[in-house]
């Protein structure tokens, strides 16, 4: 059984190849469009193949750019270092202290006594 992550790779891994050969191909070879009626020459068939992937990357890039400007304008600033030691000097100054149980905690004490008596 072949699993999700697998079978998505297995999915992403043929669509690449598809589309590899497919952009070889219209480089390489441009006339193999007009088997399915496109009426542009050689050379306009070539420059589109060339700038789509281009404008595609370059597209990708400025969204990644802004995501994580994004992201670096919405995140809250770390606290400083100072801050962070203080307080973890106090809480290795403070005693543990013990936490309130709970009445859920405390009902198999009660048991333990009334069986005891």
Do not use: H, N
Not at 26 to 54: C, E, K, N
């Amino acid at each position: 059984m072949v699993s999700k992550d697998q079978a998505i790779g297995v999915a992403i891994f043929i669509v690449c190849a598809v589309l590899g050969i497919l952009y070889v191909l219209t480089l390489a070879w441009p006339q193999w469009l007009s088997l399915i009626a496109i009426s542009m020459t050689d050379l306009d068939i070539r420059i589109w193949a060339i700038a789509i992937p281009v404008l595609i990357a370059f597209v990708a890039i400025v969204g990644i750019g802004a995501w994580i400007g994004w992201t670096m304008a919405t995140t809250p600033p770390p606290k400083p270092i100072e801050e962070l030691t203080s307080e973890m000097e106090e809480k290795k100054e403070e005693p543990a202290a013990e936490p309130e149980k709970t009445e859920e905690e405390k009902k198999p004490e009660r048991k333990r006594k009334e069986e005891k008596q």
